[in-house]
């Protein structure tokens, strides 16, 4: 399943009518990021990872030599998005203004960020689906991005 980061700012609109509405299923409890257990494969690494005040992490793989990225820039993002346990759920490239049509987890994480580098953004549900999810992914899903802005 693909889902692409555009949607993502469709979401409080899709949820608007349904919020109190669980019919469609049990909402998963929410654990905190210092509690997910994280498949090895992702190299999830919080003690070497920054915690922002909204309570997501993010650690730079490869710093970029490119600018730096600010709100107001355009540009192209080739990502991963996985699960907690590594099934990935979507993986591609899209190009937006920042901040813009991505989840919140990504407004936050790309600013500061080089051009050319690579970022793990580690990100809570009150930053990326919330706890209704959508389209596959459960409510309250922590989610892991691997981020490299072109």
């Given amino acids: 399943m693909r889902i692409r980061p555009f949607l993502l700012a469709l979401l409080p609109i899709a949820f ?15 654990v905190p990021i210092e509690s997910t257990t994280f498949a090895s494969s992702l190299g999830v690494n919080l003690a070497a990872s920054t915690k922002t005040a909204d309570g997501m992490y993010y650690r730079d793989i490869r710093v970029g030599t490119g600018k730096t990225i600010a709100a107001g820039d355009s540009l192209t993002v080739k990502y991963t998005g996985s699960f907690a346990n590594g099934t990935v759920f979507d993986a591609g490239t899209y190009g937006f203004t920042i901040p813009g ?50």
């Avoid at 608007?16 to 929410?30: E, H, V, Y």
């Fill in 101 to 150: 049509q991505i989840i919140q987890g990504w407004n936050e994480g790309l600013l500061g960020m080089n051009v050319g580098g690579s970022r793990q953004l580690i990100i809570p549900p009150s930053l990326g689906y919330g706890q209704y999810g959508y389209n596959g992914i459960p409510g309250n899903s922590v989610l892991v991005f691997t981020v490299e802005p072109q």
């Fill in 16 to 30: 608007a009518g349904c919020l109190g509405d669980t019919s469609t299923g049990a909402i998963n409890p929410a």
